[in-house]
Nanobody, 121 residues
Framework: QVQLVESGGGLVQAGGSLRLSCAASGIIFSIGTMGWYRQAPGKQRELVAA???????NYAYSVKGRFTISRDNAKNTVYLQMNSLKPEDTAVYYC???????????????WGQGTQVTVSS
């Protein structure tokens, strides 16, 4: 059974930094694109950043230049370094990954449980 476990959320003042981590576990053959999404109260879930297995990245316009996504393929882990945080970054952040694994057909998309990020002004 594949699981994605996030960590690193919390409360930070505006201008501060946080680093989120998301580790995939299970009998994993390969991981394709990994990404971070967020959902603020009353809003739809939105893509924050994504990284392909080859290392290509893309970012939401609102976080470009402030957030950096990276991955460690040996550890099946994706990171999100968040700098210069703003109150509008407050949301639940979810990890997502396309994973090929034991006894599962295809490469379905998996989600983590979410981690709260709160930025105070």
């Amino acid at each position: 059974q594949v699981q994605l476990v996030e960590s690193g959320g919390g409360l930070v003042q505006a201008g501060g930094s946080l680093r989120l981590s998301c580790a995939a576990s299970g009998i994993i053959f390969s991981i394709g694109t990994m990404g971070w999404y967020r959902q603020a109260p009353g809003k739809q879930r939105e893509l924050v950043a994504a990284i392909t297995s080859g290392g290509s990245t893309n970012y939401a316009y609102s976080v470009k230049g402030r957030f950096t996504i990276s991955r460690d393929n040996a550890k099946n882990t994706v990171y999100l370094q968040m700098n210069s945080l703003k109150p509008e970054d407050t949301a639940v952040y979810y990890c997502n990954a396309d994973i090929s694994s034991w006894r599962v057909r295809g490469t379905p998309s998996y989600w983590g449980q979410g981690t709260q990020v709160t930025v105070s002004s």
